[in-house]
């Protein structure tokens, strides 16, 4: 066996097949042991997993087998977030059913993923598009609707006229949609809404007691939700022929600077740009022209900014005779504030954009520390940091927190046609999640429309509403609509005729609880409150930082919904967060501008230069940069592939060694064939170590190998190394710094290979069989197979993936060596290096051999010896 090598692709199927057998990672809700839950999001079933997968599901699979030989009840599921437009389309190219395309996918992914040798319990799975999880997402559904955190209601959406179907805000490019190319139109539908906004404070708040993550996704999350501060102010509108209104109320931030107003903006939906448009076709052609640019912020921030001189005037609230013009302008949102601003050129880009455009104004009223108020000017770059206010009258001289009060002071004093001034007002930028989808795939909405009797949920007893498999999907839009009778249906309370809601869930609702239901995945209640309870939050959650606004921020108000409705008693889903980096590898391109897939060319490296050709036909191959993989790049490389060369654990060693977790790692054939040795020495090591662990291993227990260890220092070393690699890896894996874990693993097995040779003595052998015991276990949640193959031919009982975590020996851990001088009647004469607290007899051996010592002491026997522990040794001769 010894001289063979290790060969993963004979091991890892076997190990699989065993620990499948032996149940090894199924979790039961009951066992009494502390509970552990560690999830990494879980995958779209695209057809095959990519690197990116490996590395998230191999850092999860390393906390999860940490914390079960730690002793924890560890729950590690996964799951298919099944629902979504790919399966639709994909049924449309190939016209089979989406389903039948997804689950297809789901036992090819998972195949994959059981190759890996992840400690997933499997009985635990299920896909979000099988009609036994989404009938609980209904059964949810209605739960919220009937506490109120549901609503209906009217809402501009892009609707692509060819395609007939709603675009997300990403699904709109330069005003047209994403696959129709048809220019995107603006319609008021009616839909659902989650009532998010309402607990935009709770969510903020709560974000402060979520330590366990990144502080970026926190800002990140803070930022969406956008809390801001502000004013409600009246403007009086000069007398106009042109409207009844009397004056327009605007939201601000910014009171402060009022003095440097120069215009006012109203949306373009604003109800009085709507009633001016009426008479002025000018105006309604531009309202329409904003209309199909689309509403998302980020096109509204990219977009020139335009604007259009409706005519009408404001009185200046602070500056007596002077009035302002009012613009309807492209980039005010309806849905935030007052739909109306007052603009302030001089600090704000937007205003200032407009302004330069339009020839508007442009004060400047807050003066950098330092700048010369006289010549202070503002050029096309607005000024928006601190200062003090300048050019402001009564505001002079104030910072701006300072103006702000007194500014909303005078407000607050005066009416304007009747109505108080200066309203102090909240603002959220978070606006309520809107969930319905005119899509087939996806969790149908259980409501029924009854034209006596309104919107009805239908009964849970009749959960779930199906899908039905009949559809078709040569017309464009929804195939639920078009089916032909699907959704006609009796009304639930009073019977007659009446319409099913043939509008579907947004995808992300599936993915906002599908970790509670992990926990009791086949209860016929959405969840079992008493288990989710014992479980959640999950301890451990990973997963990509694309994720760090919506989905984090949709679970985290799905659980509060869910707290709402008696479904679970927590508020936070996640209480540890970590966002790993990308998988990258380097690009080639060919002599014609194509790009080649790494598989497709050689590399030969001469000195520092790399040169790349063509594997066929030697061309020329040009390197480029390092790119997060993708398939338009053509950078990818196939973790089948990997497997099926190198093995699981090398691919997970890898992923798991190159860089700190948080950071991109960059795929290199170099890199996976060191990890590749690495595994072949781990294996020789164990092999040349059998027979002294079977001789000594079941033995030694810590307290008598420390004994008989007691007189050998290079045992007493070694064990040092073994025992400050279990508690360091053991720290390095709960801090999630697994390339660290990795390091320290290296060191321990260089250690081990060196201490190996001939003569060893009895207590060299000991520490040798402990420490390669140890470093099988320590081995295990990143190399598994690796790990139980070793742990086999050491002759140890039962599977590594039960072993417990190794207990370290505290009085190890104190690493520092001491210098001590030696004394020779009083003189110094030399020093020696020992182990802090080693015990004086051995002190004084090793320094009654040292040369200096011998060559004085001429043969004679010393008369005394002292030593005083850790400080000093005399020698009285
Ligand atoms: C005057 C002003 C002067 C403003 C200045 C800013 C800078 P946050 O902080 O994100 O809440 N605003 C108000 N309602 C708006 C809407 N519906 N669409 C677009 N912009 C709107 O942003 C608040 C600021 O954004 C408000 O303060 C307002 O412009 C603008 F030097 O008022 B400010
Ligand atoms: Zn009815």
Same mark, same amino acid.
């Given at each position: ?233 009246? =403007? ?68 020139? &900014? ?69 010549? =202070? ?31 909303? %002071? ?147 108000? =799905? ?15 996640? &209480? ?23 598989? %497709? ?261 010393? &008369? ?14």
């Amino acid at each position: 066996m010894s001289g063979e090598r290790y060969n993963p692709r004979e091991s890892e199927p076997k190990w699989q097949k065993i620990w499948d057998d032996a149940k090894s990672f199924v979790t039961a809700n009951d066992d009494p042991r502390e509970p552990y839950y560690v999830l990494e999001m879980f995958p779209y079933p695209s057809g095959r997993i990519h690197m990116g997968h490996v590395r998230n599901y191999s850092m999860g699979d390393v906390v999860a087998r940490y914390y079960r030989a730690r002793g924890r009840n560890v729950l590690h599921p996964m799951g298919w977030d099944a629902f979504g437009l790919p399966a639709e389309n994909a049924a449309i190219e190939r016209k089979t059913h989406p389903g039948t395309w997804t689950y297809q996918n789901i036992e090819a992914m998972k195949a994959q993923l059981k190759s890996m040798g992840l400690s997933i319990d499997w009985t635990r799975e299920f896909a979000t598009c099988s009609p036994e999880y989404y009938k609980h997402q209904q059964a949810l559904f209605i739960d919220m609707l009937e506490a109120g955190l549901i609503t209906r209601k009217n809402s501009k959406v892009n609707w692509d006229p060819v395609d007939m179907t709603v675009l997300a805000n990403e699904q709109v490019i330069d005003g047209k949609g994403w696959r129709s190319g048809a220019v995107v139109e603006q319609r008021e539908l009616t839909q659902w809404f989650f009532k998010i906004s309402d607990f935009a404070e709770d969510l903020l708040e709560a974000l402060d007691t979520l330590t366990e993550w990144p502080e970026k996704v926190r800002t990140m999350q803070r930022n969406w939700i956008g809390k801001s501060e502000g004013l409600r102010l009246l =403007f009086e509108l000069a007398p106009s022929d042109k409207t009844d209104a009397t004056s327009i109320e605007v939201f601000t931030t910014r009171p402060d600077t009022i003095f440097g107003a120069s215009f006012i903006g109203l949306s373009p939906d604003h109800p009085l740009t709507t009633a001016l448009a009426a008479n002025n076709p000018a105006l309604a052609e531009f309202v329409a022209e904003c209309h199909r640019h689309g509403t998302a912020t980020e096109t509204l921030e990219k977009a020139e &900014k335009q604007g259009f001189d409706t005519g009408l005037r404001v009185k200046h609230p602070v500056i007596e005779g002077e009035t302002l013009p009012v613009y309807v302008a492209n980039f005010i949102l309806m849905d935030y504030g007052t739909g109306a601003i007052f603009g302030c050129p001089a600090h704000d880009q937007r205003d200032l954009d407009l302004a330069r455009k339009y020839g508007l104004s442009v004060i400047p009223v807050v003066l950098p520390q330092g700048a010369d108020p006289k010549t =202070f000017e503002v050029g096309n770059e607005a000024y928006v940091d601190a200062g003090n206010i300048f050019n402001s009258g009564f505001l002079d001289g104030l910072s701006i927190d300072d103006a702000k009060k007194k500014i909303a %002071e005078h407000f607050g004093a005066q009416t304007v046609g009747g109505k108080v001034q200066g309203k102090v007002e909240v603002n959220y930028r978070l606006r309520d999640w809107g969930i319905s989808r005119q899509r087939y795939w996806g969790c149908p909405i259980p409501v029924v429309h009854c034209e006596v009797c309104g919107t009805i949920p239908v009964p849970k007893k009749d959960l779930p509403v199906r899908l039905p498999d009949d559809v078709t999907f040569d017309k464009p839009g929804n195939a639920l609509d078009h089916h032909p009778t699907w959704k006609h249906v009796h009304c639930p309370q009073c019977g007659a005729s009446a319409r099913r809601e043939t509008d579907t869930m947004d995808t992300f609702v599936d993915s906002s609880w599908y970790f509670a239901r992990f926990t009791a995945p086949q209860a016929d209640t959405p969840t079992v409150p008493a288990v989710a309870n014992r479980w959640l939050p999950v301890d451990q959650y990973i997963g990509g930082v694309e994720h760090a606004i919506l989905h984090l921020l949709y679970s985290r108000f =799905f659980t509060r919904a869910m707290k709402a409705t008696g479904h679970v008693d927590i508020s936070e889903p996640f &209480k540890g967060l970590f966002t790993q980096g990308m998988v990258t590898h380097e690009t080639y391109k060919s002599q014609s501008g194509e790009w080649v897939n790494p598989t %497709e060319i050689v590399i030969e490296a001469n000195g520092d230069t790399r040169t790349a050709r063509d594997l066929k036909t030697g061309a020329p191959i040009s390197i480029g940069s390092v790119e997060k993989m993708s398939k338009s790049k053509k950078n990818v490389v196939d973790p089948d592939e990997i497997v099926a060369t190198y093995g699981a654990d090398t691919a997970r060693w890898f992923m798991l060694s190159d860089s700190p977790p948080e950071r991109d790692v960059q795929w290199t054939e170099a890199g996976v064939e060191g990890a590749s040795r690495f595994q072949q020495r781990v294996w020789r090591l164990v092999n040349e170590s059998i027979e002294i662990a079977k001789q000594s291993s079941e033995t030694v227990s810590d307290d008598d190998v420390n004994e008989k260890l007691a007189l050998r220092s290079d045992a007493l070393a070694l064990r040092r190394i073994i025992h400050r690699s279990v508690h360091g890896i053991a720290h390095d894996i709960e801090g999630l710094r697994f390339n660290r874990a990795v390091a320290q693993i290296y060191e321990l097995t260089n250690a081990l290979t060196k201490a190996l040779g001939s003569n060893l003595g009895s207590a060299q052998r000991a520490a040798i069989a402990e420490g390669v015991e140890k470093l099988t276990i320590l081995l295990s949640p990143m190399m598994p197979h690796l790990a139980e193959t070793c742990w086999e031919v050491l002759g140890k009982t039962g599977l590594v993936a039960d072993a417990r975590w190794p207990d370290v020996d505290p009085a190890l851990l104190v690493d520092d060596e001491v210098t001590l001088p030696i004394q020779i009647n009083g003189k110094r004469r030399a020093e020696i290096s020992v182990a802090k607290g080693l015990a004086a007899a051995e002190v004084e051996q090793r320094v009654l051999s040292l040369d200096e010592v011998v060559r004085i002491l001429e043969g004679k026997a010393p &008369k005394k010896i002292v030593v005083v522990q850790d400080r000093i040794v005399n020698v009285v001769v």
